[in-house]
């Protein structure tokens, strides 16, 4: 899976708390299982609020009488989606939840929506990086959650075509049995760490990668206008010997294989379970935070419990259970000032850089460019 403002350097209780700390007209009445309105009933195909169903409750009722619903890309042991489709279960037994290739990145998942179209089986949602997710707005559908006033304007996109939900900081996870903690990038460079640093995926397709250079991008003294910097990092740590190229999952972690590891700081604290001696460390300087997105298949199968599974992830509950399972929510800051927040949870977040970036859109975008046209020659 995969993550965006003109480079911000701020004090990171602005940062996540501010940036997630970083017109709902429409047809009430009653929905019915039809999803086309070929019968007077509401086009779940086209609803952008929840107004357009009229009540939770008809919502509900749509999508089960859909029955279904196909997710994508979603491990159970990332960000706490375990405990989070687990609970959409018990809540809607009446839906069964299709869990299809939890391990492909981003940009894998709008070729599967490509593929099957029209087929009951296309993904009816998507979890998407920034840049993957700038890439292919035609393939989404507007929808804006009951709960969209309290996202920050700069974790979504303005019509609801994807909307940030859960982030965090770009880390280092070691085996502290093997290595001792990076200080800065350029430990990763010796050679104590000769063929042990991974990337959780490729930065052209997945979010973790993509943020890893840009990570190595302003801790080498670059901005997030030009990735170059961080691209050369990556091309010296594979010329030293050092990058090891093997997708990074808990399997890895857990077996050894992978022993260092650039990804989000909730994704690498989550192997401390497996590995008791595996220890995550957000370096010092400039931190690089980002969050990843929610969009509705502009094709899904099943458009109405596609909603319903909106509405849920930006729900109290779900946005708490992001908390548990270490990463930020995107409505930490209204849920804070509105004391439904889960205080104990909050506090046990780990300490961060003074400074943090985010990228902008168009920073991403370019960056997208930049890493599609140079990546692969420089770690050949």
């Given at each position: 899976?995969?993550?965006?403002?003109?480079?911000?350097?701020?004090?990171?209780?602005?940062?996540?708390?501010?940036?997630?700390?970083?017109?709902?007209?429409?047809?009430?009445?009653?929905?019915?299982?039809?999803?086309?309105?070929?019968?007077?009933?509401?086009?779940?195909?086209?609803?952008?609020?929840?107004?357009?169903?009229?009540?939770?409750?008809?919502?509900?009722?749509?999508?089960?009488?859909?029955?279904?619903?196909?997710?994508?890309?979603?491990?159970?042991?990332?960000?706490?989606?375990?405990?989070?489709?687990?609970?959409?279960?018990?809540?809607?037994?009446?839906?069964?939840i299709n869990e299809q290739s939890p391990d492909i990145s981003?940009?894998?998942?709008?070729?599967?929506?490509?593929?099957?179209?029209?087929?009951?089986?296309?993904?009816?949602?998507?979890?998407?990086?920034?840049?993957?997710?700038?890439?292919?707005?035609?393939?989404?559908?507007?929808?804006?959650?009951?709960?969209?006033?309290?996202?920050?304007?700069?974790?979504?996109?303005?019509?609801g075509l994807f909307v940030g939900d859960y982030g965090g900081y770009m880390s280092i996870g070691f085996d502290s049995t093997r290595f001792d903690a990076p200080e800065s990038l350029d430990d990763l460079l010796g050679a104590d760490f000769r063929g042990a640093v991974a990337l959780n995926g490729d930065p052209t397709q997945a979010g973790a990668a993509f943020a890893a250079v840009g990570l190595a991008t302003v801790q080498s003294d670059g901005t997030l206008d030009d990735f170059q910097p961080g691209i050369d990092f990556f091309s010296k740590l594979n010329d030293a010997g050092n990058m090891l190229k093997l997708d990074v999952t808990s399997a890895t972690v857990a077996s050894g294989e992978t022993p260092v590891v650039f990804d989000w700081d909730y994704l690498n604290a989550a192997h401390k379970t497996d590995v008791p001696s595996w220890e995550t460390v957000v370096l010092p300087g400039t931190g690089y935070a980002g969050y990843y997105n929610q969009a509705i298949n502009v094709n899904a199968p099943n458009p109405a419990a596609a909603r319903l599974w909106q509405e849920f992830l930006y729900s109290?509950?779900?946005?708490?259970?992001?908390?548990?399972?270490?990463?930020?929510?995107?409505?930490?800051e209204a849920m804070t000032a509105a004391g439904t927040i889960d205080e104990e949870?909050?506090?046990?977040?780990?300490?961060?850089?003074?400074?943090?970036?985010?990228?902008?859109?168009?920073q991403s975008a370019a960056a997208g460019t930049l890493l599609g046209e140079k990546w692969a020659a420089a770690v050949q």
């Open positions: 899976m995969s993550s965006f403002r003109h480079p911000r350097r701020t004090a990171v209780g602005i940062a996540l708390t501010t940036i997630a700390a970083l017109a709902l007209a429409g047809c009430a009445g009653s929905a019915d299982a039809s999803s086309d309105g070929s019968d007077g009933g509401v086009d779940a195909s086209t609803a952008t609020a929840l107004s357009d169903f009229g009540t939770m409750e008809d919502l509900e009722t749509a999508a089960k009488a859909e029955g279904q619903l196909n997710v994508i890309a979603l491990p159970r042991d990332w960000a706490n989606y375990g405990e989070i489709l687990d609970l959409f279960a018990e809540r809607y037994p009446e839906i069964t981003s940009a894998e998942e709008i070729q599967a929506a490509d593929t099957n179209e029209g087929l009951d089986t296309a993904p009816d949602v998507f979890d998407l990086g920034l840049t993957v997710a700038l890439q292919n707005t035609d393939s989404f559908a507007p929808y804006k959650v009951e709960t969209w006033d309290d996202i920050p304007d700069a974790l979504k996109e303005s019509t109290d509950d779900v946005q708490n259970l992001w908390l548990k399972g270490g990463a930020r929510p995107a409505r930490m949870l909050a506090a046990a977040l780990p300490a961060v850089p003074d400074e943090t970036v985010v990228p902008t859109e168009d």
